[in-house]
């Protein structure tokens, strides 16, 4: 084969620079005082936040749970119909997320306005108006819309790998069609649902802006309170990395748990498949 | 019955993700001098042509369009090459090269922003106090596009005959040209996708930019900007405009791989 | 091959300041002659920009010198200093408030001006020379002056607007919105509260966050610039903001009304045009700053933002109606009550940031609260490692 250590070599420099150099910088700031002296106040001082860990792992979830319901059923949809029209309708899931999620976001925040689209709708109709924005809701909706095709699109590629003689042969052996799906069916798509959930978890916990323009005052998640450290109206770099440690930390365990069940997943797919 | 459901279903969830969409181009058209949002006062272009007098954001437009093309083209030489290393190794460092690859598509986007930043501005201060700008943006959307150029061109690598290459040397084909003449051919469609895919992400890209963006504006920052401010329906016009481009593009795209799907076909069947 | 790409590296981080003006090509326009661009960071909606046929003060620059102008906007003093000290960010022009400014000479962030290239400096009104926050007028030319008052919606406020205790007001819940900058929003709290914005003593400060938290529920959305459209549209009814923009609001909803609470004294600010040190082009820089201080340009420019202006020369260009409008220049009772803000102590800065993040993110939280999510989830992860391996174990038997 081709000489691997000459070719890979730029890529180990630029990894050494740009991935791991920046982490131990993250690590030094958050370990360190304005005047570069070893602290552990910062790490003390993220505590002060941890409603606003909840709040983020809360909105987040919650996130995820909606775009799995919604999303389940639609890449099961989609992958049950014909095959020409199947590429048509995942193209259409992927087209918004080319638009620049900044003008989604933007769009919905001129839909859930008090005197927005909606409202102006409902109060056309003789309903009354409802306060959508600058809500948990409205940032658990942009949560939601922002990310569902993460969600949709790993579970069709699994749903569509899945092998039509395995649910004929259940099918043949007399199980109905709840239990072919509940048996057979939902286990073997579980990888498509746990990288789902991981990518639609990830972003929604570590999200800002999307706080920012749905959410009004009240509902800042840990994104926006990293920004305020570093480019916002609390400067404090040292604490911004402090915390951004804290969520890495965070981010990363639920990756091993995500892996865990990952690994097992596609093991018992094999399983099933011999 | 089911059927029906089922369609109903696929409907509603397809309104939700392009009801948004869709009000926002109408909108573009309103011809509203109080900048209501959601009262439609007739049809105008106005906002098209306040657009393109912006100079803000043509400047915008072209540096976005300059960081994306260097970016990808930066990132698909390194990452093919790095494919191709990776593809050579044993099981065990393989295993482990992945797992830091995959790394920055793993880490929250903002701490990858943060991170750069100050690996970025502790270089300007060395450097004697140089303002960020072009150059640090092309290095963040390098670094953050290269998994996805490893990971399109790796399961080209793997698919490859591995004893191509070396019957090319056998015959006393030089290593560059082999490379060129045997393993670039059989592997491009891999390469051609990581470049969109970095081409698309680097225009995209709005938290790593926002951190290492110096002065310089590119259009995700620019529209993160217009957000902030008054709000004018010159954005809804530049959505559309954004939103048109890519439905052609992809369009373009999904007619070119039917097509080589049918004749793929054919050539099968004959 | 390692040491080779270091070199490429390296080379690329020469390159920057090289790099830099290909931003510069954009305007197709004008003709540069010295194709030098400078970096002007400013507050949003902060210059006259060509729009409804006002003079596009940037583009008349370029015209006139050959400089071409980057130019920036920032939504806050405190986001400028962040983007200033980490940001990486060289700008050669930047427009922050008084007691900025004074922290910004304090730290060392902005140099000494040579008034010799700026001769327009002479046009300044005696009043605006020396100031407290820069008490040699060494470092800053006053670009604009203002007071802080109320917004307010008339078709939903029908009582008089004369104090800060509106913004208290259950009547208004969901319709109020509030500075997104500490120093602002804590000032309302302090002059409701009747102490001064300069104050040192933490528990006035922890006092005034009191407030601000009680006020919370009642805040539709902690903003800078997106008043303008939230009170055009009437999304809401409350909001205060700097007594220039009321031009600007009045025009786009004739329901709007502005009021400066006079009872309990207002701020008192001033906006100058300084220079960072880190600045490029130091010659260029002060160009620019002598073309704000020309007076028809200066006039121009107000007319437009609907800010004061600090020169009585540019003041007189102005219309009529502008010139006697207590808003844009209030009369002497309300200036006098008005307090301007100053730099803090350190210790008081920090306290201050501490309790804007409380404000905004909500009362302070436990460290065991968040020890107890990570070994939670934690637990999770242990939970179902051996959850698996024991499965596994079980498969086997």
Known sequence: MIKSKTAFAPYLVWMGIFIIVPMILVGYFAFTDQHGAFTLKNLAEVGQYSNVFLRSIWLGLIATVISLLLGYPLAYLISRTGSHRQGMLIMLIMLPMWMNFLLRTYAWMTLLEDSGIINTFLAGLGLGRLHLINTAGAVVLGMVYNYIPYMILPIYSVLTKIDESVIEAAQDLGAGRRKVFLKVTLPMSMPGVISGVTMVFVPSVSTFIISKMLGGGGNLLIGDLIDMQFLGSAYNPNLGSAISLVLMVLILICMGIMNQFDEGGSEDGEGMLI | MTKTVSRLYMALVYLFLYAPIFILIIFSFNDSSTMSRSVWSGFSLRWYRQLFQDRLIMEALQNTLIIALISSLGATAIGTAAAIGINGMKRFTRKAVMNITNFPMVNPEIVTGVSLMLLFVFFARALGGVSLGMVSLILAHITFSLPYVILSVLPKLRQMDPHLYEAAQDLGCPPVKSFLKVVLPEIIPGVVTGMIMAFTLSIDDFVISYFTSGTTQTLPIYIYSMTRKRISPEINALSTLLFGTILVLLLIVNVRRSKDKQQEAEREEA | ?397
């Open chain 3, 1 to 397: 091959m390692k040491k080779r790409l270091a070199a490429f590296a390296l080379s690329l981080f020469f390159l920057w300041p090289a790099a830099l003006p290909v931003s510069a090509r954009a305007d197709g326009e004008a003709t540069p002659k010295t194709g030098v661009t400078i970096n002007v960071y400013n507050w949003g909606e902060y210059i006259s920009n060509g729009v409804d046929d006002s003079i596009d003060v940037n583009k008349e620059f370029t015209r006139r010198t050959g400089i071409q102008v980057n130019y920036t906007t920032f939504e806050s003093n405190e986001n400028l200093y962040a983007k200033l000290v980490s940001g990486g960010a060289n700008y050669d022009v930047i427009i922050p408030s008084d007691y900025m400014i004074s922290k910004l000479i304090k730290e060392n962030l902005v140099q000494k001006l040579d008034y010799q290239n700026i001769p327009n400096s002479k046009y300044i009104d005696q009043d605006f020379l020396k100031p407290v926050y820069d008490p040699t007028n060494e470092y800053s030319v006053p670009y604009t002056w203002g007071v802080v008052g109320i917004f307010y919606n008339k078709k939903y406020v029908k009582e008089t607007v004369d104090s800060w205790d509106i913004l208290w007001d259950e009547k208004y819940a969901g319709k109020i919105l509030m500075f997104d900058n500490p120093r602002d929003a804590f000032g309302i709290a302090q002059k409701r509260l009747g102490f001064s914005f300069n104050s040192t003593d933490p528990n006035e400060w922890e006092e005034a966050a009191m407030l601000l938290k009680k006020q919370k529920p009642l805040v539709q959305a902690y903003v800078m610039d997106q008043i303008f459209d939230k009170m055009a549209s009437g999304e809401a009814w409350l909001a205060p903001y700097y007594a220039g923009d009321a031009a600007t609001l009045v025009d786009s909803n004739s329901d709007i009304g502005f009021a400066i609470p006079t009872k309990q004294g207002t701020n008192f600010f001033v906006d100058a045009m300084c220079i960072p040190t880190s600045a490029q082009h130091k010659a260029a820089a002060e160009a620019y700053i002598n073309f704000l201080c020309d007076p028809e340009i200066a006039a121009a420019n107000v007319d437009y933002i609907g800010y004061s202006t600090p020169e009585s020369a540019a003041k007189a260009l102005l219309p009529e109606e502008v010139q006697n409008n207590p808003i844009y220049y209030p009369p002497k009772e309300i200036l006098e009550k008005a307090e301007t803000f100053a730099t803090l102590p350190d210790d008081t800065n920090l306290l201050l940031d501490t309790l804007w993040a409380e404000v905004k993110m909500g009362g302070p939280g436990q460290t065991a609260t968040l020890i107890a999510i990570l070994a939670g989830f934690l637990l999770l992860y242990i939970a179902v490692v051996l959850y698996k391996r024991h499965k596994r174990r079980w498969d086997f038997k």
